[in-house]
């Protein structure tokens, strides 16, 4: 239980009603809804926008990224009715100096749509693709043309409905296709010790899953954007399935599998010490949960010593004690801040307290571990969306750094143990000094690579800019560990601590017996006190974990796709280059 005497604490009812629970719901909420205004005043749009498609009805509208980081008001906006549509808007970008930046769902926290400073004034075009750009089709057993719009869970509920599934999702369901394509979005998932998985299995990430996709793209000979399909065999759809914002896709064909119902078992009864211990240490390690299930995520909140552990097992039939679920969603106190996490959060943002982190991890734990008894959700059981969607929009917003390991399957302990050992360390050390960067989690989870014959297409390449993309030289490394590290915006000594944390990652994994990337949609390339902002990281050591050949290929088939530029800002100039 929490000692609420430490520090002075009071209850949480004692808090004021601003910082409460429904408080921090409401911002929640607030942040997951883009604001839009109404739709722009006909002279007005002529006269800014003149020519801009008559179909195509604009407003203005605001951005606002997961955690509220990066955000952007009064930006011009359009919700295209359909690729013909998205067409007509770029052509008339292109002919007026404008920059279109696809928006999905805003789930991300890296400056790949929108920059931090982005003003009203800015030539800059918001495209929303969740209005309209959302068919779902059949095309075959197992392949499904999907809207870039559509977002995962109506993708999912989709193939659910025709006995479908995937090997491994991201928590979140409120992710749009595009975005998570852009990005290499993945799961957890790597085989059990004796699986053996059916045709349309992938243990790497979503992109690894596109069979074609249908861009805008910028054609020669024609002197004009056109809307062109790109079959998986051919070279360029190799940087189009992970291209971080730099083209706007409008649909795709994905390979699915046969769907499983899988079982997933919490438990918070397994000390750090042992889940995360040097490799042959025996016991409870990571890698036991892996061997036994291959499908695990530990969550560790900030100064406690017991991680939330999730353990994901296939179960084609319903284990005795484990709950039958029907639809996903199943932490509400996940989801829902609890008061005392709420109470203490208020505190420390309000009153500059970060002294108070120790606390604050300590309430994360004890609701989880209470919540798991007291909702029935230790041990779920049902079709695999209803276990693999568990994030809503009301949970508790962070930054999050982030970064994908790439190792054998018999390094991931050693990759694990390293890692957490070093983040103990420098977390105590901080800790001495009255500095509290971390106030949220490490986040873990381990996947396989993006093995472009899971396809089933011959001639299929992996995805040029995926962190999953395996790496030429080191064939044994077919498994990737990502780590995270969530803490409140905003937190003093946040991004000097993280840069830290990089520079430890960047110089353990260098390419000797493991390989660090970072992972697109989060926190990476620290300088002291901002994200996204180091000049080595972002010139060298970004491109060097892919390598020349790689990098230089995926950028120049990306400019020679959008030569005008059209899909990018500048952050991309800056990046891609």
């Not at 068919?135 to 057993?141: I, N, P, Q, T, W």
């Not at 996947?447 to 044994?476: F, K, Y």
């Not at 000049?535 to 796709?561: E, I, K």
Request: charged share 20%; net charge neutral; with cysteine.
């Amino acid at each position: 239980m929490i000692d609420r005497s430490v520090g002075n604490f009071p209850p949480a009812e004692a808090v004021s009603g601003r910082f409460g629970r429904r408080a921090l719901l409401r911002s929640a909420a607030a942040l997951a809804a883009v604001p839009v205004l109404l739709e722009a005043d006909p002279a007005a749009a002529a006269a800014e926008l003149p020519g801009f498609p008559g179909e195509v009805a604009l407003y203005r509208s605001a951005y606002r990224n997961w955690v509220g980081e990066i955000t952007a008001d009064g930006l011009w906006a359009c919700a295209p009715a359909g690729p013909r549509q998205v067409l007509a808007v770029v052509d008339w970008a292109w002919r007026n100096g404008r920059r279109v930046r696809a928006r999905g769902c805003s789930h991300g926290w890296s400056p790949l749509t929108v920059t931090a400073g982005t003003t009203a004034s800015a030539d800059v075009l918001l495209v929303d693709t969740t209005a309209h750009l959302t068919g779902l089709a059949l095309e075959s057993g197992t392949a499904v043309r999907a809207g870039a719009g559509v977002t995962l869970e109506r993708l999912l509920t989709f193939l659910e409905g025709h006995g479908l599934g995937l090997t491994a999702a991201p928590a979140p369901g409120d992710l749009s296709l595009g975005g998570a394509l852009a990005i290499d979005a993945h799961g957890t998932a790597v085989p059990a010790d004796g699986e053996r998985p059916p045709p349309g299995s992938t243990y790497g990430s979503l992109s690894n899953r596109v069979l074609e996709l249908t861009a805008v793209v910028w054609d020669a000979g024609r002197g004009a954007y056109v809307l062109r399909t790109f079959r998986r065999d051919e070279p360029d759809c190799a940087a189009l399935l992970t291209h971080l914002g730099r083209a706007f896709v409008t649909e795709v064909v994905l390979r699915a599998g046969p769907d499983s119902s899988l079982r997933c078992v919490s438990r918070t009864d397994v000390p750090a010490r042992e889940l995360f211990a040097a490799p042959g240490s025996g016991g409870r390690t990571l890698e036991s949960f892996l061997r036994r299930s291959g499908r695990l995520e530990a969550i560790w909140f900030a100064f406690t010593e017991f991680p939330w552990l999730k353990e994901w097992s296939l179960a084609p039939v319903r284990p005795p004690g484990s709950r039958h679920v029907t639809s996903p969603y199943n932490y509400p106190f996940s989801d829902s801040i609890p008061e005392p996490v709420a109470g203490l959060v208020g505190r420390l943002v309000s009153g500059a307290a970060w002294y108070l982190a120790p606390l604050v991890g300590a309430a994360q734990l004890e609701a989880a571990s209470l919540g798991l008894a007291a909702t029935g959700s230790a041990d779920l059981w049902g079709p695999s969306k209803n276990t693999l969607l568990y994030l809503r929009p009301t949970t508790l917003r962070v930054t999050a750094n982030g970064y994908a390991v790439l190792t054998s399957r018999a390094g991931v302990q050693r990759v694990v143990h390293e890692f957490t050992r070093y983040y103990r360390e420098r977390l105590a050390a901080y800790a001495a000094r009255g500095r509290f960067p971390v106030n949220g989690s490490v986040e873990i989870r381990v996947t396989g690579l993006d093995d472009p014959a899971d396809t089933g297409v011959p001639g299929a390449e992996a995805p040029l800019l995926s962190a999953l993309r395996p790496h030429p030289a080191h064939p044994e490394w077919d498994t990737a560990v990502w780590l995270d590290v969530l803490t409140l915006p905003g937190t003093p000594y946040a991004e000097a601590f993280l840069s830290e944390l990089e520079d430890f990652l960047l110089g353990s994994h260098d390419g000797g017996h493991s390989l660090a990337r970072v992972e697109w949609s989060k926190g990476w390339a620290y300088t002291g006190d901002a994200a996204w902002s180091d000049a080595r990281v972002l010139g060298t050591s970004v491109p060097g974990s892919f390598g020349a050949p790689v990098w230089s290929r995926a950028v120049t088939s990306l400019d020679r796709l959008d030569p005008h530029r059209v899909f990018t800002n500048g952050f991309l100039d800056r990046l891609l280059r």
